[in-house]
């Protein structure tokens, strides 16, 4: 006989015990109450009956206490029916002699688990509908730039390359005082380069299974939108700082010409952005927009007239933080863009041509998918970016 084999015969023999005890002194308690109400007492019999019977009680259950312990069983071992009947109110007013019989009952306690968890039988759970997802990034880049379908793989565009400007008078240049009628009129010139850029394929995809598709309604429409969410973000920070290799789009940031000091007066970064948009000017271009990490913005919306005077030098707490322009440029503020790093420029400079738009599609072909019942949810869209004039863009350090 192994020795669980043995524990589990002798917690049977005790359990039994146990019951056994206390029905005897059920019994004992009954003949007490009854001699009670014939002589007002208990006789000395019983008395000693019932004091006999909780001895029984006692041993039996501190019997059963060792065998638990013996068992190595992890929880702590309870307390003793009889432990717990001596230390009653009930046994206390018995042994003085302020009551002829003295009982016990015992009560389950019906208590939830602590800490609380999944598994518990008697309370249910509230489950509160939806995902809980991490933010989306404020896409806005797209928002500023012209944008135009193309039905190709490939965008051509005609970039002037050179422009010589003779205009003048009509007049012999060879002497001041020689005709200004019957003589050739200045003769300008002008050069172009055909410039192209590729469409370029941004994609991404999640397996599920079919059940999950077909019983999670919810989850397949929050898996469709964060896959397009997704895109999108890669659209953004590819619009900006896409290296123009390896099937990545050029970016505006990436072609952007640098910015280089126009004014040697610059003491923070609000004087960096005017003197940038001095050095756009002067190539006759007219910027209109900002792209800021937010960690830049904070600090120029923050920055003090000096340590003793809280006044703001740009920002105002009682407007919007994106709401007043710099120097007249709309702010964008993303996390797309390094911090440290500035970019003014003018929309008119560059254009989105669409092939296909964002697109979801579903399908059980991809490898093994159909004889595992599994769903290949795809994400997909096509786009060019041509940057026309990169002398309208400017780039730099703040």
């Known amino acids: 006989m192994t020795t669980e084999t043995q524990v589990v015969l002798e917690r049977a023999d005790l359990e039994a015990a146990i019951l056994k005890a206390n029905e005897s002194h059920d019994e004992v308690v009954k003949k007490m109450q009854g001699e009670i109400e014939v002589a007002r007492t208990a006789s000395a019999e019983s008395k000693s009956a019932l004091d006999a019977a909780v001895v029984r009680i006692a041993e039996a259950n501190d019997r059963l206490v060792a065998l638990e312990q013996r068992g190595d069983e992890p929880e702590a071992a309870p307390e003793s029916i009889g432990a717990r009947f001596t230390k009653s109110a009930a046994y206390s007013d018995y042994v003085a002699g302020r009551t002829s019989v003295a009982r016990l009952e015992m009560k389950t306690a019906i208590i939830n688990t602590f800490p ?17 997802a991490t933010p989306n990034r404020r896409l806005t880049l797209r928002d500023i730039l012209p944008v135009s379908p193309t039905d190709s793989n490939l965008v051509e565009f005609t970039r002037e390359n050179a422009f010589t400007n003779n205009a003048g008078p009509q007049r012999d240049t060879a002497s001041p005082l ?30 599920l299974s ?10 397949m429409s929050y898996v469709n ?7 999108k973000l890669k659209e953004e920070t590819q619009l900006l700082l896409g290296l123009g290799t390896g099937g990545e789009l050029t970016g505006v940031q990436t072609g952007a010409t640098a910015y280089t000091v126009e004014s040697p007066q610059l003491t923070n970064e609000i004087d960096i952005i005017r003197d940038a948009i001095t050095q756009a000017q002067v190539a006759e271009y007219s910027p209109n927009f900002i792209v800021l990490n937010p960690a830049d913005w904070d600090s120029i919306q923050r920055r003090k007239v000096g340590t003793s005077d809280d006044r703001y030098v740009y920002g105002d707490p009682n407007m919007s933080w994106l709401a007043t322009p710099l ?20 929309t008119n ?17 991809n490898g093994t998918d159909f004889v595992k ?3 290949t949810v795809l994400a997909e869209e096509r786009l060019a970016l041509a940057v026309f004039r990169t002398e309208a863009f400017i780039t730099g350090s703040l």
């Open 116 to 132: 609380a968890s999944s598994v518990q039988p008697l309370v249910q759970g509230q489950r509160v509908g939806g995902i809980q």
């Open 373 to 375: 019942n599994m769903v």
């Open 210 to 219: 079919k059940q999950v598709v077909a019983d999670s309604p919810m989850l």
């Open 349 to 365: 400079g560059a254009m989105i041509f669409d092939r296909q738009q964002a697109s979801i599609e579903m399908s059980t072909s």
């Open 327 to 346: 120097w007249g440029l709309t702010p964008i503020i993303t996390n797309s863009q390094t911090a440290g790093t500035f970019l003014i420029g003018d």
């Open 225 to 231: 939108g964060r896959l397009t969410y997704g895109l």
């Open 178 to 207: 020689a005709a200004i009628e019957n003589v050739t009129k200045p003769e300008s010139a002008i050069t172009f380069t055909l410039a192209t850029v590729p469409v370029i394929t941004l994609a991404h995809w999640i397996p």
